[in-house]
């Protein structure tokens, strides 16, 4: 091959590559909104946007208000990512500059499309909202606090079923809290507060990075009598789950939350807690894992058969 024929080669793979990547996921198709959202991307892909200034006759460029910048590979992975932007957002953004009778926009709720839905039956919209009218953050903030704070309608993505790994699930979980607990600019949309780290608010935890690396907020600021597949009801912070034995034990409350979510053909085959051990996670107090006792057995046999050995040769000088 000749290095102009390979350097267009390479040209052309960078050029389709991050298309490619899109459009893989699932169907092999492009996501239906993908052509009309090119637009937008253009300037809400960067923090950069230009145009073309009619008064003056320049292009300039000026810097994008950080929080409406979107990564369009994160937004086509979302649950939405059939959405063209306009599909939720008024088509008169399609002119700019934006008319600012627009920011007056009303917004549609989960429940507007989702409610009622047979189609959607399966994720209990409607309780979800029940617990979530219950919350902490429903009862001290109102109907500011949508299902929009925690679910950002250009990156929401299911995580709590298919392949994924204990350690993604957490990550993805808790960043969605840590969005606004460890980032005063989004949390002081909300409150004046500036509220004290997540580390100082959880002394009480040895290895506090660990901890959040390995369990979600929700397994302790939710009840764990909650049925639902994600609980909702966060509740007022002195319900939350101090007790180490909680977790640490056999009983451990991890089994009806965090690890329910491990591939159902794994559990089948090695068994529930294996699976989970196996898949990473490991909680002190609660292993009683099949592998471990098996060499546990197999080392105190073989320390015993050592010793009855040593016995029978000295018997026998
Ligand atoms: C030429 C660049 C440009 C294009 C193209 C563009 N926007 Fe914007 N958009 C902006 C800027 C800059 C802002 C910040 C506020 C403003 O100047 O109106 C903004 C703000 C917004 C807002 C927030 C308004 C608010 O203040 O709450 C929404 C929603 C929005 N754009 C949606 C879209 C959609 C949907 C498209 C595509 C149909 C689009 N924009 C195309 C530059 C652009
Ligand atoms: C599924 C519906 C949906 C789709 C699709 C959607 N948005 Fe939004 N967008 C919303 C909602 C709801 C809000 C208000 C979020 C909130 O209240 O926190 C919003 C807010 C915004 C904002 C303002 C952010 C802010 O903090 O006020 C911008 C800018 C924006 N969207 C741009 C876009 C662009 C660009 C696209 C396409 C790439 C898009 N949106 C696609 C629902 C959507
Ligand atoms: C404007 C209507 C609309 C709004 C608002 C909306 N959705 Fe959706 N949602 C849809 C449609 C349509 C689909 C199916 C998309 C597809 O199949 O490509 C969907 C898909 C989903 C899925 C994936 C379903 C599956 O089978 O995997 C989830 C989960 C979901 N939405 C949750 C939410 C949540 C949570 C909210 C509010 C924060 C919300 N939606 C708001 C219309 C909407
Ligand atoms: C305090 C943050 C928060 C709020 C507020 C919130 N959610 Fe969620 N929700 C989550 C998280 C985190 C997930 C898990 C995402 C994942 O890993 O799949 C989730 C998952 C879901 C799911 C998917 C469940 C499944 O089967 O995978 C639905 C449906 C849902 N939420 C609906 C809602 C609705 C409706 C509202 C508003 C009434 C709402 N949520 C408000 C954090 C929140
Ligand atoms: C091991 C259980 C556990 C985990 C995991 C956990 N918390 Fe907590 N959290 C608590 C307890 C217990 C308190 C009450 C502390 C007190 O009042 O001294 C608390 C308090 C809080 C408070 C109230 C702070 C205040 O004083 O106003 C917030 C906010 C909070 N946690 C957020 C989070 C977030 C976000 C995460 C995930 C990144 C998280 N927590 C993970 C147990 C936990
Ligand atoms: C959009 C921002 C935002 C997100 C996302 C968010 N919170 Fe909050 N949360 C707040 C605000 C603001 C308060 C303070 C309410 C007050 O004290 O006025 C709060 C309060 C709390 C409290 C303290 C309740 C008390 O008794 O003082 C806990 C616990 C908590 N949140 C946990 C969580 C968990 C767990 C998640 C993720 C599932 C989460 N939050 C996601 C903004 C957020
Ligand atoms: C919500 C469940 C939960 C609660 C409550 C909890 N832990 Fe943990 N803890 C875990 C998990 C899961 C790990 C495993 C992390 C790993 O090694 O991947 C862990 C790990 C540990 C470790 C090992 C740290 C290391 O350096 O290897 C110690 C020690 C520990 N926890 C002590 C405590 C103490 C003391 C408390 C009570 C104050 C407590 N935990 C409460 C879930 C919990």
Request: aromatic share 12%; glycine share 4%; hydrophobic share 35%.
């Amino acid at each position: 091959m000749t290095p102009i024929r390979f350097t267009c080669l390479w040209l052309a793979l960078l050029i389709t590559c991050p298309v490619m990547l899109i459009a893989t996921e699932e169907t092999g198709e492009l996501p239906d909104g993908y052509e009309a959202n090119k637009q937008c991307f253009q300037c809400h892909g960067q923090r950069f946007y230009s145009f073309d200034n009619a008064n003056t006759g320049l292009t300039e460029r000026k810097a994008m208000n950080p929080n409406f910048v979107y990564n369009a590979d994160v937004y086509y992975q979302g649950v939405h990512r059939n959405f063209a932007c306009t599909d939720c957002h008024s088509p008169d953004y399609e002119t700019w500059p934006h008319s600012a009778e627009l920011r007056l926009e009303p917004m549609y709720s989960c429940l507007d499309c989702h409610g009622g839905d047979p189609t959607y039956e399966k994720f209990h919209f409607e309780l979800m909202d029940e617990e979530f009218q219950k919350s902490v953050h429903f009862e001290k903030i109102g109907e500011a606090f949508t299902c929009w704070k925690c679910h950002d309608p250009h990156s929401y993505r299911r995580m709590t079923t298919g392949e994924f790994k204990i350690s993604e699930i957490v990550s993805y979980h808790n960043n969605t809290c840590m969005g606004c607990h460890s980032n005063s600019d989004h949390f002081q949309l909300f409150s004046d507060d500036l509220k004290p780290g997540l580390e100082k608010i959880h002394h009480f935890l040895p290895n506090f990075k660990l901890h959040f690396s390995a369990v979600r907020c929700i397994e302790c600021h939710t009840s764990s009598a909650d049925t639902l597949w994600v609980n909702h009801n966060i509740m007022p912070k002195e319900n939350s789950v101090r007790n180490c034995v909680e977790c640490h034990s056999s009983s451990t409350i991890l089994m009806a939350s965090l690890y329910k979510y491990q591939n159902i053909e794994a559990r089948k085959e090695r068994g529930f807690l294996n699976s989970v051990i196996l898949n990473e996670a490991y909680v002190i107090g609660a292993n009683r894992n099949e592998y471990l006792n098996l060499i546990s057995v197999i080392l105190f046999g073989l320390t015993l058969a050592g010793i009855i050995i040593h016995t029978i040769f000295r018997l026998m000088k």
